[in-house]
């Protein structure tokens, strides 16, 4: 069975209006600012801080006894 043609032409522009207007949004999003990463990972921060917290436990150790 054949689409109404005037359906059909409807659901079309319908369709391309979408793309349209997704395509608009991309663009600007695009344009945004983008954020900076100057926030170092944590990944990197860990073996710093385990050794960090390795010392303070010795110290600790040799305060206590």
């Known amino acids: 069975m ?3 043609p005037f359906i059909h032409e ?6 391309q209006l979408d793309l349209l207007r997704e ?5 600007r999003l695009a344009q ?3 954020p900076k990463h ?4 944590i990944s990197h921060l860990l073996p710093s801080l385990r050794f ?7 110290r600790l150790q040799r305060r206590t006894t």
């Open 2 to 4: 054949m689409p109404d």
């Open 32 to 34: 945004l600012p983008q």
């Open 23 to 27: 395509a608009e949004h991309e663009r």
């Open 38 to 41: 100057h926030i170092t990972p």
């Open 52 to 58: 960090l917290f390795k010392r303070f436990q010795k």
């Open 10 to 15: 409807r659901l079309t522009q319908a369709h």
